[in-house]
Nanobody, 126 residues
Framework: QVQLVESGGGLVQAGGSLRLSCAASGRTFSSLSMGWFRQAPGKEREFVAAIKWSPNYTYYTDSVKVRFTISRDNAKNTVYLQMTSLRPEDSAVYYC???????????????????WGQGTQVTVSS
């Protein structure tokens, strides 16, 4: 089992920045491929970014490319999502997800992840 705990969400003005963190426990972190998803009220959960267990290839949805950066620190068992130039449409609950080793269907497929955190709220005001 893997436990995931997100932190770093909050209220920020448009154009601002936030860094989300997701701390993992319960399994060797370096063997986990990690993803960030988000869900706004009334909308489906959508893929934001992912980083592979090895090598650390990164993947992004088009709307966040350039603005968001996913990274990991295997020594701290933590994955980060640095978000810059935030927009009101980025407002959502952000979820961290994990899967052992690589994906079978792809990094953007929620069903391909075995473990999920409880989520952290990000609100961007205009």
């Amino acid at each position: 089992q893997v436990q995931l705990v997100e932190s770093g969400g909050g209220l920020v003005q448009a154009g601002g920045s936030l860094r989300l963190s997701c701390a993992a426990s319960g399994r060797t972190f370096s063997s986990l491929s990690m993803g960030w998803f988000r869900q706004a009220p009334g909308k489906e959960r959508e893929f934001v970014a992912a980083i592979k267990w090895s090598p650390n290839y990164t993947y992004y949805t088009d709307s966040v490319k350039v603005r968001f950066t996913i990274s990991r620190d295997n020594a701290k068992n933590t994955v980060y999502l640095q978000m810059t130039s935030l927009r009101p449409e980025d407002s959502a609950v952000y979820y961290c997800a994990a899967r052992t080793m690589g994906w079978s269907r792809g990094p953007s497929t929620p069903a391909d992840y075995d473990y999920w955190g409880q989520g952290t709220q990000v609100t961007v005001s205009s």
